[in-house]
């Protein structure tokens, strides 16, 4: 699992999966979150402004990330 450091908190689910790529856009992003291919923390996420902070997991097509306050 990759560790994701933010620097403020709290960060919305779609902007993370855009700036870490795992999605070309953010576009792309509302998208497979609206088809419930995202999780956070274990539990399928369908919330594209769901605030993430430090300690969320976040899991999408075969890649976890750990977010991590600075």
Do not use: C, H, W
């Not at 979150?33 to 300690?55: F, Y």
């Amino acid at each position: 699992m990759r560790e994701v450091i933010i620097t403020k908190e709290p960060v919305e689910l779609y902007k993370v999966l855009k700036f870490e790529d795992m999605v070309d856009s953010g576009g792309e992003a509302k998208l497979v979150i609206d088809q419930g291919l995202v999780q956070v923390n274990g539990e399928i996420e369908t919330r594209k402004r769901k605030k993430i902070v430090s300690g969320d997991t976040i899991e999408f097509d075969g890649e976890a990330i750990k977010i991590v306050l600075a």
